[in-house]
């Protein structure tokens, strides 16, 4: 069993010890190089070689292109392929008598039996094969369904014959799917089982599977989530978490007639948030495009369009730093609800995250990967970012509420944000000096659930003005665990005033801000159309499921997108 184990899934040519001189093949190059290795193989075999003289261990035969071609244990795969394909046999089957499920099995049977008990219960079953023991005429196999319910099969050579046993021991591997049929019964010492009459390859698996009893290098999880998922069932658990959550969220979203819509990820202005975005080229018409960082301008038409109440869940894409809690490419919910407010939409998402813990985990509290509990429960502390801000300097940090309303200059901030250490920006306003001294205290210090109220006017361009603090919007970012999930507006719909903030956004791009957002006059004119006063939100699935298992952004992604390996 052992010869079928590469150790943490590392079986491909990269383990081979490779001259760095050695001949760069191009990608079709290399696929043919392999292609033509098969093709020697199975000629081979066709040619009455034994499984052993048609593999070549060490690809001699490819000279300086050793390194490229399939590691030995591949080869031998390809050659039972090949052996299987000259014998009549079909190593990738379109259809088997699949009648029962692996947990379906488990489910009718498990304590019900015995040990050496027997049933009449014919049932036909695949799954992947993880355990193998091939020993004289009865040979054992584990299958496991994909949610990791495992079944253990019997090949016997007194039900199927000396002929089909052989055949099983030649051919079945580790990693292969595997079809048994049979009855169902425990073995002598105690083990469920499917006790073959027929067996077949529903699936040869041509890559031996990682070491199963360790666990598995963080580049293996990352770059082949396919292996994680086989091997971890944390990964597996996560997947169908991620599952259950978005589901949660339509049925809740649901529940307060929300409607779903989708919108645009092509864009010819980027907006809707503060980001640096992808940038594409569109053939056809010649044209520039971005890939959306949020879809909020073209939900808010949805407002203008009459659909009071409108949500979206939606890939977005930020052409930004990568971290435990950031991803270039990520899903985010957004909503708008007409005549609702920062605080409608604040009781709005903390009903989204409580019922997503109920519906994934079945509690308020959930059990971090860590082990330590979290309660999402109980009522959720509110506090403001200028009062806060300034309890944790000693003195008053005013908002810069323009002429009339003159705040704390950008002069003195920069020189607090000096002595304190705190990085500064090229293009510096005083709402961004007051965000990042409002970080360097709090940003990762909030545990409990935490709604930071009332943002700088400056950082929120698209966010309605306070309804008694000049420079102040009606803004929340809800923290969790010591960073941000969600946030939430009571959302401008003034288009003379939006106009404003976006020539300000725009006068700050041209200054050097990556992440200031353009003019949109397309926005800008369904504004003057008439758009209702409305809530609105923004919350990452992925930091949804970041805060509720404890794990990465790239423990919550499926497939994360990872800087490729250099050939």
Not at 12 to 32: C, F, G, I, K, Y
Not at 511 to 529: H, N, Q, S, T
Request: hydrophobic fraction near 40%; charge should be negative.
């Amino acid at each position: 069993m052992s010869e079928d184990i590469i150790e943490n899934g590392e079986n491909t040519a990269e383990n081979t010890a490779e001259s760095s001189e050695r001949r760069h093949l191009t990608t079709v190059e290399h696929a043919e190089l392999l292609l033509n290795q098969d093709a020697d193989i199975r000629a081979r075999i066709e040619s009455g070689a034994t499984l052993d003289e048609a593999v070549d261990p060490n690809n001699a035969k490819l000279g300086d292109l050793s390194s490229y071609g399939h590691p030995e244990q591949v080869q031998m795969r390809v050659a039972k392929r090949a052996m299987m394909l000259k014998d009549g046999i079909e190593p990738y089957p379109v259809h088997l008598d699949v009648t029962d499920t692996i947990e379906s099995v488990r489910a009718k049977y498990d304590g019900k039996l015995n040990a050496g008990d027997e049933t009449d219960d014919v049932v036909g079953i695949a799954g992947r094969v993880l355990f193998l023991r091939n020993a004289g005429g009865l040979c054992f196999v584990q299958l496991s369904a994909g949610d990791g319910t495992k079944i253990q099969g019997m090949i016997s050579k007194r039900e199927i014959g000396a002929d089909s046993l052989k055949q099983f021991k030649q051919i079945v591997d580790l990693g292969d799917h595997l079809y048994i049929r049979g009855r169902v019964i425990s073995s002598k010492t105690g083990e469920l089982s499917v006790f073959a009459t027929d067996w077949a390859i529903a699936a040869k698996a041509l890559q031996p599977l990682p070491a199963l009893h360790k666990d598995l290098n963080e580049d293996t999880r990352t770059r082949k989530p396919y292996i994680g998922m086989i091997a971890d069932e944390n990964i597996r658990n996560m997947v169908r978490n991620r599952s259950k959550a978005v589901a949660s969220l339509r049925r809740t979203f649901d529940d307060h007639d929300f409607i779903e819509v989708e919108t645009p990820m092509l864009q010819t202005v980027h907006g809707g948030a503060a980001a640096r975005p992808f940038t594409t080229h569109m053939n056809a018409f010649d044209l520039d495009l971005y890939l959306r960082i949020a879809p909020e301008l073209f939900l808010k038409r949805c407002l203008v369009g009459g659909i009071d109440r409108v949500f979206e869940i939606n890939r977005d894409f930020r052409n930004e730093g990568v971290d435990a809690t950031h991803a270039p490419e990520f899903t985010m919910v957004e909503a708008y609800q007409a005549y609702g407010t920062y605080d409608t939409i604040g009781k709005l998402v903390k009903e989204l995250v409580q019922k997503t813990a109920m519906d994934v985990f079945g509690s308020y509290k959930v059990t971090l990967l860590d082990g330590t509990e979290y309660d999402f429960g109980g009522e959720w502390k509110q506090i403001s970012m200028y009062d806060s801000l300034s309890e944790a300097l000693g003195e008053e940090i005013v908002p810069n509420g323009g002429p009339d309303h003159p705040g704390t200059s950008v002069e003195h901030l920069g020189a607090i944000a000096d002595k304190l250490g705190v990085e500064r920006d090229d293009v510096e306003n005083h709402g961004k000096l007051v965000e990042h001294l409002w970080e360097h205290f709090y940003e990762d210090k909030l545990y409990e659930p935490t709604f930071v109220r009332d943002f700088p006017v400056e950082t929120s361009p698209l966010v309605k003005g306070h309804r008694s603090k000049p420079g102040v919007v009606e803004k929340w970012d809800l923290y969790v665990r010591g960073f941000e999930l969600a946030t939430g507006y009571s959302e401008l719909n003034d288009p003379i005033v939006q106009r404003e903030r976006f020539v300000a956004q725009a006068k700050d791009a041209l200054a050097g801000d990556e992440e200031a957002c353009d003019i949109d006059e397309d926005f800008l004119e369904a504004l003057g159309v008439g758009m209702p006063p409305a809530g609105g939100m923004g919350m990452g699935i992925d930091r949804l499921l970041i805060a509720l298992t404890g794990a990465t952004i790239r423990e919550t992604i499926t497939f994360p997108l990872v800087k490729p390996l250099q050939n």
